[in-house]
C-alpha cells in the first residue's frame, strides 16, 4: 500500500460506479515452449464507504497476510506446526490482483508438481531397468562359472544389526521443516521405548496412467483435447485424463517386440506362380510379380524394349521378365478363359435314365398345338393370337404309365425357321405333324430337313384324320419323296393316326415315343453342375429378365450361380410349366429361371459355376468376343470403297425399331424383314430386343425419324409422353404375317409407285422449217405406230439422245390434228428446244404410273 493512499484526504472524491465484474487474463507456460492463455473473470462485492476512511481493500489485504509461524522447540518427536489461519473469504473476493496471482501461482505450482512426478517415475523406471540388466548379466556369469557349494555364512553381529534396525524408524520419521535442526536420536539402549505418535497426512491423489514413454506434452496434449480449460481443470490436472486405449498399448508392445527382434540375415524371397496371358499391361504383370513396377521398366530398358507402366507387352517378353525376377511362369490364352463343354463327359457309372424330350414340328394349322393340348389336357391353341403359334413353349406330360416325357412346341409359320431349328438341336425325338387332308407343306419338307440336320429320329403323326376329305396313304406316299419310308411299307419311320380334335390315336402316340425313348437309352448325370439350353427368354416388367431353360444334365438348384451366354446371375426362383416354385430341376426338365443379369439369346448355354467371380469373368470375355465380332471390319480397299459408296447413294434405307415379348419373336421378325430387302430399298433395324417400349426406344426412333414396331407390346407412360412430343408412330402387331405386310407396303411407298413407259410411235426428222422468230418446226414420216400431240417425245441423232421434250404442236397441211397414224407426213413444234436436223428420229411414248410392290 503506498503512502500516498494512507494520507487522510480533506475534499470528497468525485462520485461513480466501478465494475464489480473484472476480467482478466491468466498465461499458462510450458516447459515444452507452449503457452496457453485462460480468461478468468472475478466478481467483487461492492462497499460503500465513507469519505477519508482508508479502502477496505488494503486493510483486508494487509488482515490477509499469514504471520510467521515461531520455530518449534527441538523435541525428540516434534509435532506438527499448526497450519496458518487461512485468510478470510471477503480479502480473495475483493483484491483482484491477489486472485489473479494465486491462480497463476497454482498453476505454475500445479504443472511443477506434474513434470516432478514425471521425472520421477522416468528416474525410477530406469533405474529398475538398470538394476535388471544388472542382476540378469550376473546370474548369467554364475551360471557360466557354476561354482561349488559355499558354506552359509555366519550371522551378522548385533552391533551391526542396530543401525539397520535404527534406519527404520529414521525413515518413517517426518523430515524437518527446512531451516531447523533436527533433534538428537534418543539412545537405543533406554530402557523403555518412546511412546508412538500418529501424524494426520492428505489423502493420495489418484496414480496417473502408466505410459510407456512420458512426454512433456502428454498432459496439455490430453487438456487441449478433452474440451475447453477451467481453472478446476488447470488446479486438477489428473481429473478426467483418458487412459491410452487398449489398440494403442498393442501397437506399443508390437513395436517394441519388433525393435527387440534381430534378424539372422536378408529374407528369403518368395518364388510366385505368374499366370499370363497372350497380351499384360507392365503394371498388372508386376502385381501379379508383387514386384515394383519400376523394377520392371528398368529390365525392359536393359533388354531394349523400353515401355511405360500402361503398356502392353506380349506373352514372350512377359515370359523374359518372369524367368529375369525368379518367378515361373503358367502361360494361359484367351479361349481359356471360356468354358468348354465338349471336354466335360460325365462317367458310366453316374449316368442315370431321364425323360426323353420330343419336340413338335409341321406346318402351320396343321394342329400342333392342339394335338400337344390334347395330350396335357390344356388349351393353350386358345391363347395365341391369329390361331397360330408364335412363341415357342416347353412342357412335361405324365403319361398313363406314370413315365415323363418332355415337349417342345415350335411355330410352324415360315418366319420362325430358327426356332424351328433350335427345337430339333435340343431334342431327342422330332414329331412331324402333317394334316391328312393337306399333305406336306414348305415347312413340313423344313422340318424334315432340320431334323436330319439334327440326327434325331423322326415318328410322323397323321392329324385330323376324322376331316372330310382326308387321305393318310396320300400323305405316306409323299414321304417317300423326302426318303422317309413309314413301316408299313417297309421302312423304319413309325407313323400314327390321330386326331387331337376327337382325341383319338393319342395313347399309341405315346406308346411309339415311349418305344424310340427306350430303343435310345437316354441316360444323365443328376449329380454335378447343372447344364441347360434357353429356349426362349424375356424381359418381364415385374420379375425382370426371365429364360425357359431345359435342363440337360446335373440339378439346376435355387441359389446356383451361373453364366447365360454372355449374361450372368444367380438362381433367385424356379417355376415349372404349370406356374409353381420348386427347389430343384433335374435332366430334361423345362424351368422359367429368374436372377439373370440381362436377357440371354435364344439359344446360349446355361452352365452352373463355382463363384461370382468365375461368372462375372466368362460373361466379360463373351461379351467382349461378341463386341469384337460385330465391329470387326474388312480388310478396306479403294474398289471396295467406291462401291460401298455407291450403294448407299443409290439404295434407300428404311429404319425400324422393333420390340418384342420375347427373344425369339424378335429374332424371327428381324429375320423375315430384313428377307424384304431389295436393291432399291433395305431395312435398317436401328434396335432390337425383348420387353416393353422404353424411354430410350422412342427417343432413338424420335432421332431418326423411324417407327416402332411392338409385337405384343406397349409403351409405358413415360414412353406414351415423349412419343406424343416427338411425334413417333407405333406400330402394333400381334401375328407376324399382318406385320411383313405392312412393313412391305410402308417400304414400296417409301420408292413411291413405278414409273412405266409404253413406246406409242417413231418417226424420221425429213427437212427442218422456222415457225416464228424463234421456234423450228421438224418435218416428220411416221414410221411406226402413231404420233399424238402432247406424248412424250425423245429426240436422237445416230442412236444418241439429244433431248426429251414433249409435242407441243402437231399439224398436217396446216390443219392442227390429234393423231396422225404410220405412212403418213406431218410438222410437230417441239417444247423446249431448237436442235432439230435432217435425219434424226423422234420417239413417242407414254407414261404409266403403277403402284409398286415389294
Known sequence: MSDEQDKPTLSRKPLGLKRTVEAGQVQQQFSHGRRNTVVVEVKRRRVLGRPGEAAPEAVEEVQA?????????????????????????????????????????????????????????????????????????????????????????????????????????????????????????????????????????????????????????????????????????????????RARSLAALKRAREKEKRSHTSFSGPREKQVREVVVPESITVAELANRMAEKTNDLIKALFKMGSPAAAGDVIDQDTAELLVAEFGHEITRVSEGDIDIRHDEDIDDAEHLKPRAPVVTIMGHVDHGKTSLLDALRGANVQAGEAGGITQHIGAYQVKTPDGSLVTFLDTPGHEAFTEMRQRGANVTDIVILVVAADDGLKPQSIEAIKHAKAAGVPIIVAINKVDKEGANPQRVRERLLEHELVVEEMGGDVQNVEVSALKKTGLDKLLEAIAVQAEIMELKANPDRAAEGTVVEAKLDKG????????????????????????????????????????????????????????????????????????????????????????????????????????????????????????????????????????????????????????????????????????????????????????????????????????????????????????????????????????????????????????????????????????????????????????????????????????????????????????
Request: proline share 8%; charged share 30%.
Open 65 to 241: 497476510a499469514p504471520a510467521p509461524a515461531p520455530a518449534p522447540a527441538p523435541v525428540a518427536a516434534p509435532a506438527p506446526a499448526p497450519a496458518p489461519a487461512a485468510p478470510k473469504r471477503a480479502s480473495e473476493n475483493d483484491s483482484l490482483m491477489s486472485r489473479q496471482e494465486r491462480q497463476a501461482q497454482l498453476l505454475r505450482e500445479a504443472e511443477e508438481s506434474r513434470m516432478n512426478a514425471l521425472e520421477e517415475t522416468r528416474r525410477r523406471e530406469e533405474a529398475a531397468r538398470v538394476r535388471a540388466a544388472e542382476e540378469e548379466k550376473a546370474r548369467a556369469e554364475a551360471r557360466a562359472e557354476a561354482p561349488a557349494p559355499a558354506a552359509p555364512e555366519p550371522a551378522a553381529p548385533a552391533t551391526e544389526a542396530a543401525p539397520v534396525a535404527d534406519a527404520a524408524p529414521a525413515a518413517d520419521a517426518p523430515a524437518a521443516p527446512s531451516g531447523e535442526t533436527p533433534a538428537p536420536r534418543a539412545a537405543t539402549t533406554s530402557a523403555a521405548p518412546a511412546p508412538r505418535r500418529f501424524t494426520p497426512v492428505e489423502a493420495p491423489k489418484r496414480p496417473e496412467p502408466k505410459r510407456p514413454e512420458p512426454k512433456a506434452n502428454r498432459g496439455a496434449d490430453n487438456r487441449r483435447q478433452s474440451g475447453k480449460l477451467t481453472v478446476t481443470r488447470a488446479l486438477n490436472d489428473d481429473e478426467g485424463a
Open 543 to 854: 420379375r425382370g429378365p426371365v429364360a425357359t431353360i431345359l435342363v440337360r444334365r446335373g440339378t439346376l438348384k435355387v441359389g446356383d450361380i451361373f453364366v447365360c451366354g454372355a449374361e450372368s446371375g444367380r438362381v433367385r426362383a424356379l417355376i415349372d410349366d404349370q406356374g409353381k416354385q420348386i427347389k430343384s430341376a433335374g435332366p430334361s426338365m423345362p424351368v422359367e429361371v429368374l436372377g439373370l443379369g440381362g436377357v440371354p439369346m435364344a439359344g446360349d448355354t446355361l452352365t452352373v459355376v463355382e463363384n461370382e467371380a468365375r461368372a462375372r469373368e466368362v460373361a466379360a470375355y463373351r461379351q467382349e468376343q461378341a463386341t469384337r465380332k460385330r465391329t470387326v471390319q474388312a480388310p478396306v480397299s479403294l474398289e471396295g470403297m467406291f462401291s460401298a459408296l455407291a450403294d448407299k447413294a443409290n439404295v434407300i434405307e428404311y429404319p425400324v425399331v422393333i420390340k418384342g415379348d420375347v427373344q425369339g419373336s424378335v429374332e424371327a421378325i428381324v429375320n423375315a424383314l430384313n428377307k424384304l430387302s431389295t436393291d432399291e430399298i433395305r431395312v435398317r433395324v436401328l434396335h432390337s430386343g425383348a420387353g416393353a417400349i422404353t424411354e430410350s426406344d422412342v427417343t432413338l426412333a424420335a432421332a431418326t425419324k423411324a417407327p416402332i414396331i411392338g409385337f405384343n407390346v406397349r409403351p409405358n407412360a413415360k414412353a406414351r409422353d415423349i412419343a406424343t412430343r416427338e411425334k413417333v408412330r407405333f406400330m402394333y402387331y400381334d401375328v407376324i404375317y399382318h406385320l411383313t405386310a405392312d412393313v412391305a407396303k410402308e417400304m414400296a411407298g417409301e420408292l413411291g409407285p413405278e414409273r412405266i413407259e409404253n413406246v406409242v410411235g417413231r418417226a424420221e426428222v425429213k427437212e427442218v422449217f422456222p415457225a416464228g422468230k424463234r421456234d423450228k418446226a421438224a418435218g416428220l414420216l411416221v414410221l411406226e405406230g402413231s404420233i399424238r400431240k402432247g406424248l412424250h417425245a425423245r429426240l436422237t441423232r445416230d442412236d444418241v439422245i439429244v433431248s426429251a421434250t414433249t409435242i407441243a404442236s402437231l399439224r398436217r397441211f396446216k390443219d392442227d390434228v390429234a393423231e396422225v397414224r404410220a405412212g403418213l407426213e406431218c410438222g410437230v413444234v417441239l417444247a423446249d428446244t431448237n436442235d432439230i436436223k435432217p435425219g434424226d428420229h423422234l420417239e413417242v411414248f407414254e407414261v404409266e404410273l403403277r403402284e409398286r410392290t415389294l
